[in-house]
T-cell receptor
Framework: DVKVTQSSRYLVKRTGEKVFLECVQD?????MFWYRQDPGLGLRLIYF???????EKGDIPEGYSVSREKKERFSLILESASTNQTSMYLC?????????????FGPGTRLTVL | GDSVTQMEGPVTLSEEAFLTINCTYT??????LFWYVQYPGEGLQLLLK???ADDKGSNKGFEATYRKETTSFHLEKGSVQVSDSAVYFC????????????WGLGTSLAVNP
């Protein structure tokens, strides 16, 4: 069974802190994604990665960076957390099997920045 | 560019009622279409998908048909249950980058006993 795990379900940080959100998938998927989900705004893509050490900006990359040193792990980094980054963060992975790939999601991390 | 438009929620129904959640899209080419569901406190999971025109995706009593002529992919269920209370997202494959999905804003469904 497909499994995507995220390091924390809930996280509280202070403004200015460096924050790491970790995502691990056990399916040998090539593609991994970070989204944030906010009420009324749906899912917005922050960054995605299609291979180790490869990344592409999504729709809202400002204030975020990512790291993919191993195929199974994709990290989202908030260099200096701000209150407007309080949100639900969702990680997903996918594998190309012709056409558009089905994405598999983790349970999410609800981040609060005080 | 490509986009997805879902009916706004929240939608409130009584148990055993018929459900329709409208989804229309704008896209170049013939993208794959998806419905995802997010139960309270959880991540999203794939509910069903269709990869070409006139395909019908189905799962857990839900159905959606890929209608090219009306550019629609409406989600239907004949008899909803309390356990179907969730947020439903329509999405389409990005023609410019088929690794990515373009998402609707989601429709919240509450089913009362």
């Amino acid at each position: 069974d497909v499994k995507v795990t995220q390091s924390s379900r809930y996280l509280v940080k202070r403004t200015g802190e460096k924050v790491f959100l970790e995502c691990v998938q056990d399916m040998d998927h090539e593609n991994m994604f970070w989204y944030r989900q906010d009420p009324g705004l749906g899912l917005r893509l922050i960054y995605f990665s299609y291979d180790v050490k490869m990344k592409e900006k999504g729709d809202i990359p400002e204030g975020y960076s990512v790291s993919r040193e191993k195929k199974e792990r994709f990290s989202l980094i908030l260099e200096s957390a701000s209150t407007n980054q309080t949100s639900m963060y969702l990680c997903a992975s996918s594998y190309p099997v012709g056409g558009t790939d089905t994405q598999y999601f983790g349970p999410g991390t609800r981040l609060t920045v005080l | 560019g490509d986009s997805v438009t879902q009916m706004e929620g929240p939608v409130t129904l009584s148990e055993e009622a018929f459900l329709t959640i409208n989804c229309t899209y704008t896209a170049t080419g013939y993208p794959s279409l998806f419905w995802y569901v997010q139960y309270p406190g959880e991540g999203l999971q794939l509910l069903l998908k269709a990869t070409k025109a006139d395909d019908k995706g189905s799962n857990k009593g839900f159905e959606a048909t890929y209608r090219k002529e009306t550019t629609s992919f409406h989600l239907e269920k004949g008899s909803v249950q309390v356990s179907d209370s969730a947020v439903y997202f329509c999405a389409l494959g990005d023609a410019g980058n088929n690794r990515k999905l373009i998402w609707g804003l989601g429709t919240s469904l509450a089913v009362n006993p």
